[in-house]
């Protein structure tokens, strides 16, 4: 099951997930969360560092 704001669906916010990212399909438009029960945090970096080489393997464009 999955919930989400795109293609009309109903988004429940995960209040365990904080997200700002507007323009995800997984995030709730009234508030600042996601819809997903869960998501996959990942990196592009070898050794990463900062919170600038990680990424929400989630996201999906909406």
């Known amino acids: 099951m999955t919930d989400h ?10 209040t365990s997930i904080r997200c700002a990212v507007t323009n995800c399909a997984n995030h709730c438009k009234d508030a600042q969360y996601c819809g997903l029960n869960a998501i996959q945090v990942g990196t592009h970096e070898a050794n990463p560092t900062m919170d600038q080489c990680t990424d929400c393997q989630s996201f999906k464009k909406q």
């Open 5 to 14: 704001t795109n293609n009309g669906c109903t988004c429940t916010p995960n």
